[in-house]
């Protein structure tokens, strides 16, 4: 029996700036120290300065993740030494004078099984340390770029049962922020993770600073392997701290003395309580975009959008809003094809996404021509390829690649009779067998590279083989 | 040159041309390099100070405005940011510091055209009540060099008592303004908790603390408040909601309900200051004002309170400095961070570590139902009673300090004893409730101030009263 | 009363290092004594209250660097990173 908790951390990489100053949120691409201000160096006399916008995303991560939002919410200052740390506290958020983090207990569905949610919370990111030479002569070096970046932190419960489980929720998690637009999961180091990881009810064992979603549920099978492996051998599993390192992907225990940790928790006199009012909460809901589970329902139901290419589409925003501009009712089917069978395989990973230059009138006009006859579906593949390209229009990719359907009857007419001339054998049996006509349209096809229309194409077989 | 005037005669003079501020600026610094010697009311003087003052009677002179301050010599508390300069908190652990941005304080009174001439002394980070424990030595009382002049802004007050500038910055978080005001003779203003902003204020407690002027004359303090309150956006915890505290001043007391506070002056009372008390109710009563003794319950728990809270919040305040990103020289070769950080640390001075080590102890996981959520709940309650007092009264009195200024080095071996010189003014800082401490008596060489408190955001009010009661008053001279 | 190995314990959490721990006992206990007081107030049922503001009072969402290098004017090391001691991982 496997039991494993997470506590998810994620970085609100689309704000502008830190979470208690001007500073920019997102601070990759500065130079060393460069992102920084008297406040999120903890200055003497510096005063946070609470970012509204941050507080809102959080807020709208706690009700679409089914948690309760408070009336009052507080700011806590968590006590201890570290470099990372210019305050050396942190400021964070806890329950201790009733609810007042910014989500209560919550929950996510992984199809019937359920995770319960305990709390999320908004906090300050730490700065960065950087270990500079061998370990004889090791030189421990601070980056505060990122100390003071928004941070939402998410606590289950200890109720996933498999490193699957955990998966799954990560991917709906990466989903639901990119849905929201608060965070762009694919970031270095924007998605964190810590896990407690116990087996048949025994010791629990804290996994922390893994890196990336990806390392999570590595980390997670690594450490169940290793927990077996303990208790098969009737070893006895330490209750401990352990560390994922990420370059040879295994967890080690952390040698370091625990110092009995008493953060010495009290309210962040600094930042009043902040009232949610009602007019708040209602222009929250309004703004939120809606659900992964509802767009999936309505591509559904409305649009006629088969089960299984509703689920792609929907679960990435990228591709759910180009749909959503593109489709005009009759053609959601044919653009929801070319989206989820095309266009995402040419656009694999985030530097194609962000270089291509496709948008949604290309794939409209694409589908409408797919539908009117005027083009085959696999030269829309190759005028897609060119529209993501060069940004060029149908008109023009068509004309210039010459992938119009040719319809003229007597052209056609020369390429079947040559094909059906070539191929007596299967004249004779789709003579007998109407299903092998499709291997003539289908060799008048490739010689025409897809371009002649395939109804007119069918008929012209039909008569110069007399069926 | 008169260096004996208020900040308003300064600056009427200046405008009217009879007063250089060139002049006067750098008869204040030459003043300041004769007396301080005895005050030590100063850790840093800006002798730059004089071209800013020319630069102001350039402006004059060629017609352009200036700022109301009108280059009127200022000193501040060196827990108060000015950037490019020093801030020490009169602390070993930032001998060395300089600021890299100005307090917005410092920004405002800048904006108006104050002219700076130093930083002063207190008790190291605010921790005290008679400067006694500033790492740079004691500042002295110009009234009688024997005397603390109080704390922990006794720099501040006794460089105004001594002539050295026209008025201070201070900061109060359990009566640091008025303590010292009230032991040198001279105004000291705690405003309503969030008027004026905390920004570039190094934190002591934050929750309760608030920077207020000390100055010569009631007016003159509630002319430092028009330029430094209102709301800051870079201070969450500023209100909205202040108004304009110099025009109305003179509107008088008549008709005002005044509640004098049981717990504040009873037994532990000096009687030269019960005296005084009882004179100042009779001179507030000849005003047209109806006093009438009012009980706070909680006053008794008020200063056991205020040290946890503090303590709980300074340990947490301090908790920055460990050397790393600011402070002295250092080198982290050789060490160990924990090990490096406690050696780093080790220059805070020995009131700084008995106040650290009880911040440790009264929050911390077995303690802190004990002890900090009680004081939390005290405050609160509190609170409570007060704003009950003022659903009655306009305004509460007090003496500022329940005993006479006493000698250096009286105290300092008892904490205790020193606990509660602060019995009638940490009050005021546990509730946000805004607080004055009148210049009323002198016994002897030993001055004694009264307080006045008013309800949250009445300090307008506050001020009307305090002037009122600053004009049934001439006190002697300081002998200087 | 606060024993000398409790004194030790809040030193260290505190990252204070002191010498004489007997010198700070005696003070650091009359302190404590005092705040005995605090049971006698009859609070326990009090509700704690704190200073409120509203969201739409917090800080707008906009990026506006310091003016200037701040880390010029910091203790810094190789011209950008803050140098830290060992950490024993």
Same mark, same amino acid.
């Given at each position: 029996?496997?039991? =494993? $908790? #997470?506590? =998810?951390?994620?970085? #609100?990489?689309?704000?502008?700036?830190? *979470? &208690?100053?001007?500073?920019?949120?997102? %601070?990759? $691409?500065?130079? @060393?120290?460069?992102?920084?201000?008297?406040?999120?160096?903890?200055?003497? $006399?510096?005063?946070? +300065? &609470?970012?509204?916008?941050?507080?809102?995303?959080?807020?709208?991560?706690?009700?679409? *993740?089914?948690? @309760?939002?408070?009336?009052? =919410?507080?700011?806590? +200052?968590?006590? %201890?030494? /570290?470099?990372?740390? !210019?305050?050396?506290?942190?400021? @964070?958020?806890?329950? =201790? %004078?009733?609810? @007042?983090?910014?989500? $209560? !207990?919550? /929950?996510?569905?992984?199809?019937?099984?359920?995770?319960? *949610? #305990? +709390?999320?919370?908004?906090?300050?990111? !730490?700065? +960065?340390?950087?270990y500079e030479g061998t370990s004889k002569n090791m030189v421990t070096l601070v980056d505060y770029n990122r100390a003071g970046t928004p941070l939402v932190e998410i606590v289950t419960e200890p109720d996933f049962e498999s490193p699957r489980q955990i998966r799954e929720f990560v991917n709906i998690l990466s989903d639901l922020f990119e849905n929201l637009g608060v965070a762009d999961p694919s970031l270095e180091g924007a998605m964190r993770a810590d896990a407690n990881i116990s087996i048949h009810g025994g010791k629990r064992v804290e996994i922390k600073n893994i890196g990336s979603f990806h390392d999570l549920e590595k980390a997670a099978h690594f450490e169940i392997t290793r927990q077996e492996s303990l208790h098969s051998r009737d070893m006895e599993i330490a209750q401990e701290t352990r560390h994922w390192d990420d370059q040879r992907k295994i967890t080690t225990s952390s040698r370091s003395k625990e110092e009995a940790l008493d953060y010495r928790y009290f309210l962040e006199g600094d930042i009043p309580w902040v009232r949610v009012e009602q007019d708040l909460m209602d222009e929250l809901r309004s703004e939120m975009p809606e659900s992964i589970s509802s767009k999936r329902g309505r591509y559904v139901s409305e649009l006629g959008v088969p089960d299984q290419v509703a689920d792609v589409l929907s679960s990435d925003k990228f591709y759910s809003d180009l749909f959503e501009k593109s489709q005009t009712g009759s053609n959601a089917k044919e653009i929801a094809n070319l989206i989820t069978t095309d266009l995402m395989g040419l656009v694999d990973t985030r530097e194609k996404r962000t270089a291509s230059k496709v948008t949604a009138t290309h794939l409209r006009d694409l589908a409408d021509s797919i539908l009117a006859g005027r083009i085959s579906r696999s030269s829309a593949k190759d005028a897609l390829y060119e529209m993501v390209k060069s940004g060029k229009d149908l008109d023009q990719v068509v004309s210039e690649m010459d992938l119009g359907n040719v319809s003229d009857e007597s052209e056609i007419e020369k390429v079947v009779l040559a094909v059906v001339a070539k191929e007596p054998l299967a004249v004779e049996q789709a003579r007998e067998d109407p299903k092998a006509l499709n291997y003539l349209v289908g060799k008048v096809m490739k010689i025409t590279r897809g371009k002649a229309d395939p109804q007119i194409t069918m008929s012209l077989v039909k008569k110069a083989i007399n069926v | 040159m008169n260096l004996r005037i208020s900040a308003l005669e300064y600056a009427e003079g200046v405008q009217n041309g009879s007063i250089s501020a060139e002049d006067f600026v750098a008869g204040t610094l030459e003043h300041i390099a004769k007396v301080d010697e005895k005050i030590h009311a100063f850790l840093s003087v800006y002798d730059g100070a004089v071209d800013r003052a020319r630069d102001i009677d350039k402006k004059i002179r060629s017609g352009e405005k200036v700022g109301a301050c009108c280059g009127m010599p200022i000193s501040v508390k060196d827990n108060i940011c000015i950037r490019g300069e020093k801030t020490t908190c009169a602390s070993k652990m930032l001998e060395d510091y300089v600021s890299p941005y100005d307090a917005t304080v410092i920004s405002r009174l800048r904006d108006e055209d104050a002219v700076f001439v130093g930083k002063v002394n207190m008790d190291e980070f605010a921790m005290g009540l008679t400067t006694e424990f500033s790492a740079f030595g004691p500042s002295y009382n110009p009234w009688d060099t024997s005397l603390t002049p109080g704390g922990s802004s006794g720099g501040s007050a006794a460089s105004v008592s001594a002539f050295e500038c026209v008025a201070s910055l201070g900061s109060d978080t359990g009566g640091s303004v008025r303590n010292p005001a009230s032991f040198c003779s001279v105004v000291g203003y705690k405003p309503t908790y969030g008027l004026v902003s905390r920004y570039g204020l190094i934190s002591y407690a934050n929750s309760i603390e608030q920077i207020g002027p000390l100055a010569r004359t009631v007016k003159d303090t509630a002319f430092l408040l028009d330029v430094i309150a209102g709301p800051d956006p870079h201070d969450n915890t500023t209100v909205k909601g202040g108004g304009r505290y110099l025009p109305g001043i003179e509107s008088g007391i008549e008709g005002k309900k005044i509640g004098i506070v049981s717990e504040m002056t009873g037994e532990g009372t000096d009687p030269a200051v019960a005296s005084a008390t009882s004179d100042a109710i009779s001179r507030l009563e000849g005003l047209g004002a109806t006093c009438e003794t009012v009980s706070l319950d909680m006053v008794k728990y008020s200063v056991a309170a205020y040290y946890t809270i503090t303590a709980t919040e300074a340990g947490s305040n301090l908790a920055r400095y460990d050397n790393l990103r600011y402070g002295y020289d250092l080198g982290v070769e050789g060490y160990e961070f924990n090990s490096y950080v406690e050696k780093a640390r080790s220059r805070f001075g020995p009131e700084v570590i008995r106040r650290m080590i009880l911040g440790g102890f009264v929050p911390s996981a077995g303690h802190a139902g004990r002890y900090f959520l009680k004081a939390l709940k005290i405050k609160s309650k509190l609170a409570r009673e007060v704003g009950g007092a003022f659903e009655k009264f306009d305004l509460l009195l007090s003496p500022t300090v329940p005993m006479l200024p006493f000698e250096i080095g009286a105290k300092i071996d008892d904490p205790v004893s020193l606990f509660l010189v602060d019995i009638n003014t940490v009050t005021a800082n546990l509730t946000g409730r805004p607080a004055i401490s009148v210049p009323f008596a002198v016994s002897g060489k030993r001055p004694i101030g009264m307080q006045l408190m008013a309800d949250s955001m009445c300090d307008a009010e506050l001020l009307q009263a305090a002037f009122a009661l600053e004009q049934t008053v001439r006190l002697p001279e300081v002998p200087l | 009363m606060v024993t000398e190995d409790e004194i030790r314990h809040v030193s260290g959490l505190m990252r204070i290092k002191i010498d004489d721990y007997k010198e700070y006992i005696d003070k650091v206990n009359a302190m404590i004594a005092y705040f005995d007081i605090l049971d006698s107030a009859g609070v326990e049922s009090e509700e704690v209250s704190f200073h409120e503001m509203s969201v739409s009072d917090l800080r707008k969402d906009s990026h506006i660097p310091f003016d200037g290098s701040l880390i010029d004017q910091l203790k810094h090391y190789k011209g950008a990173y803050v140098r830290a001691p060992k950490m024993s991982r």
């Open positions: 029996m496997i039991k =494993i $908790g #997470l506590e =998810i951390h994620c970085q #609100l990489t689309n704000l502008e700036s830190k *979470l &208690l100053c001007t500073c920019k949120a997102d %601070y990759r $691409g500065f130079g @060393t120290n460069e992102n920084i201000c008297p406040v999120c160096m903890g200055l003497p $006399g510096s005063l946070p +300065r &609470l970012n509204r916008e941050a507080v809102k995303n959080a807020m709208m991560i706690a009700m679409a *993740l089914n948690c @309760t939002v408070p009336e009052k =919410i507080a700011f806590f +200052r968590k006590n %201890y030494f /570290y470099p990372d740390l !210019p305050k050396n506290f942190q400021i @964070t958020q806890l329950n =201790i %004078y009733g609810p @007042t983090s910014v989500g $209560g !207990p919550g /929950y996510v569905m992984l199809g019937k099984k359920k995770i319960g *949610l #305990l +709390r999320i919370q908004l906090e300050e990111d !730490p700065g +960065r340390i950087i | - | -």
